[in-house]
């Protein structure tokens, strides 16, 4: 199975498992440490964008716009598929289009 594992899906992972209040510390560190700026008192209810290792998403509370950056950098590239990392293939396990003439296999002789 191929794995499309990005920086944002990895930190997004981690995340996951941390309690509220650590994952807004965690994300805090990481916006600061990669060059942004993080506010450190932010109203309750405020616009804030977090734009984190190639992801970008908002939120109108900071543990809002965590989640939402969260799912964003879950969500796999496009033209991957979600269940097994594989690129998508134009047919995705069709058959063949029904506007094809395929000749049928001649039945043999009767021999007998």
Not at 8 to 22: C, H, I, K, R, V
Not at 25 to 30: F, H, L, T
Not at 39 to 66: C, K, N, S
Request: charged content about 20%; proline content about 10%.
């Amino acid at each position: 199975m191929i794995m499309c594992q990005t920086l944002a899906s990895q930190f997004a992972d981690t995340l996951t498992a941390l309690p509220a209040g650590e994952r807004r510390d965690a994300v805090a560190c990481a916006v600061i440490e990669t060059g942004g700026q993080y506010p450190f008192q932010i109203p309750y209810r405020a616009a804030l964008e977090i734009q984190l290792h190639g992801t970008v998403a908002a939120g109108w509370t900071e543990d809002e716009a965590i989640k939402n950056w969260i799912d964003t950098a879950q969500r796999p590239p496009p033209g991957i598929r979600a269940t097994d990392g594989r690129p998508d293939c134009p047919y995705n396990g069709q058959g063949l289009a029904s506007d094809l003439d395929i000749p049928a296999v001649p039945t043999p002789a009767n021999c007998g």
